[in-house]
């Protein structure tokens, strides 16, 4: 996720590109002319809904002050932290299978950004994309799961041309306080610069 001016670098693809990399990506890990086969699964209990993880984010939901720490430089071995203050709503969507939040901040000249979270029954895990008003685009996301309190995503971007890892964590959530963080890593994930931290304070309306 990036606020610097500008389209964010390295994540321009529209939907139709995501889905086509992972599309590709299938064809590959079955040898590419192995037809897959979809069975329709048993719908789930209501307790095995509570535990497979599509609550996880419940806790997000309402209304948020947010004071943003960001890196003013990436990957530049830089210490110069700017700190900014932003306001975030987030709702349900699916029946509980996802949810959207809203992000706004006066930084920066005024900045509009979109969270979207999405969750798999199948495979238990979220996905995560962002738009905002610099491009409209809807980027690729980055995929994870909570455990043990504490929720980590990743994903693949580029910066300023380079590939890299892309890292979510949340933790330290209660009912009034959440943390994230936002890590890049240029080794394959041996080592990570963090460049922004969101911490959020509910907003009782």
Do not use: K
């Given at each position: ?6 389209v ?5 693809g529209l939907l139709?590109s ?6 590709a ?12 086969i979809?069975?329709?699964?048993a719908?789930?209990h209501?307790?095995e809904?509570?535990q ?8 997000c939901?309402?209304h ?13 071995g830089?210490?110069d ?5 932003a306001?975030?709503?987030?709702r ?5 299978l996802?949810n ?10 005024g900045?509009?950004?979109m969270t ?7 495979t238990?895990?979220?996905s995560?994309y962002w ?11 980055v ?10 995503f990743?994903g693949?971007?580029?910066?300023q041309g ?6 979510f964590?949340w933790?330290?959530?209660?009912a009034?306080s959440?943390h994230?963080q936002q890590?890049?890593s240029?080794d394959?994930?041996?080592?990570w ?12 309306r």
């Amino acid at each position: 996720m990036n606020l610097s001016d500008g389209v964010a670098p390295g994540r321009r693809g529209l939907l139709g590109s995501v889905l086509q990399t992972y599309v590709a990506a299938l064809s590959r890990s079955h040898g590419g002319s192995e037809q897959r086969i979809y069975q329709r699964e048993a719908p789930m209990h209501p307790v095995e809904q509570q535990q497979d993880g599509r609550h996880d984010f419940d806790f997000c939901h309402g209304h948020w002050q947010v004071r943003n720490e960001r890196l003013r430089q990436r990957l530049a071995g830089s210490q110069d932290w700017e700190t900014f203050e932003a306001a975030q709503h987030c709702r349900p969507i699916l029946g509980g299978l996802g949810n959207l939040d809203e992000f706004s901040t006066g930084w920066g000249g005024g900045f509009l950004g979109m969270t979207l979270r999405l969750f798999d029954p199948r495979t238990r895990q979220w996905s995560i994309y962002w738009a905002s008003n610099r491009d409209g685009v809807l980027e690729p996301p980055v995929v994870g799961a909570f455990r043990d309190g504490i929720g980590t995503f990743y994903g693949r971007d580029r910066h300023q041309g380079q590939p890299v890892l892309t890292r979510f964590i949340w933790d330290d959530i209660s009912a009034d306080s959440a943390h994230w963080q936002q890590a890049l890593s240029v080794d394959g994930g041996a080592s990570w610069e963090t460049n922004w931290h969101m911490f959020m304070t509910r907003v009782r309306r």
